[in-house]
């Protein structure tokens, strides 16, 4: 059997362990209670906005949940960025706030500037995106042309391991769109971002248990109702600890 033959039955393997992990989570998940949920989602909310880490991030991407995937909520959090204080100021540390929009089915995504919730539209799936141009018919800033690094992804899963795995819902958009911004940050030389995934209790599971392929971007951290759970030097070194 030749290299390439065998790598190409690696890979099958991988994809194969995926699916299994996949389909149980998505079980999981669906016969897990929605008041836990809920309650799960509030928790987690929580511990980011009270933490340092996140209080001096000024730029940041996040993804906009969907329930009907089953993802933790990030409602309060976009709402906290965005929303503006009694003043009528913007949070004492003013965010910048880039969210997802799919652009096709190639595993291409972008992450837009947004400055308020009305931003957001329901696409054909029902999850809430950024239209590319805004209510003056102005286009939107891509995170990908700023002039400024990004201090923080948070990150949606279907299922991560304690070493920083984690397992996408298999169209590639997060894994293609984080590489790409990787490339980015050495070409620009910029520090670059915390990778820090949200994860419900019944999603985390032991080191190295999700397979991985050359494509997959660990994670630095992950926040689950528990705490933070550091994984990379980079997360211990930026003050993201248990």
């Known amino acids: 059997m030749s290299n390439n033959d065998q790598e190409a039955d690696n890979l099958e393997s991988v994809f194969k362990q995926k699916r299994i992990i996949r389909s149980n989570v998505r079980q999981t998940l669906k016969s897990m209670d929605p008041s836990l949920r809920s309650q799960e989602d509030d928790i987690i909310q929580s511990i980011v906005l009270e933490a340092p880490w996140f209080k001096s991030s000024k730029r940041l991407c996040a993804y906009t949940s969907c329930s009907a995937l089953r993802e933790v909520d990030t409602s309060k959090l976009l709402s906290q960025i965005l929303s503006p204080a009694p003043d009528g100021s913007k949070l004492q540390t003013a965010k910048k706030l880039y969210v997802p929009r799919v652009e096709d089915k190639n595993s291409n995504m972008r992450m837009f500037n947004i400055s308020r919730i009305d931003d957001l539209v329901a696409n054909s799936m029902n999850i809430l995106e950024p239209a590319s141009v805004d209510a003056d018919g102005n286009t939107r800033e891509d995170v990908m042309h700023a002039n400024d690094p990004v201090d923080l992804f948070i990150l949606p899963g279907l299922a991560f391991d304690r070493s920083g795995r984690r397992l996408g819902r298999g169209g590639g958009y997060y894994d293609t769109f984080l590489k790409n911004y990787k490339e980015l940050a050495k070409?620009?030389?910029?520090?670059?971002?915390?990778?820090?995934?949200?994860s419900y209790s019944v999603q985390i599971m032991d080191e190295e248990v999700i397979p991985v392929t050359p494509n997959d971007v660990l994670v630095d951290a992950l926040v689950?109702?528990?705490?933070?759970?550091?994984?990379?030097?980079?997360a211990l070194g930026r003050g993201l600890c248990y």
């Open 187 to 198: 070409e620009k030389n910029w520090r670059l971002p915390l990778f820090v995934a949200l």
């Open 224 to 234: 689950s109702p528990t705490g933070v759970i550091p994984i990379t030097s980079a």
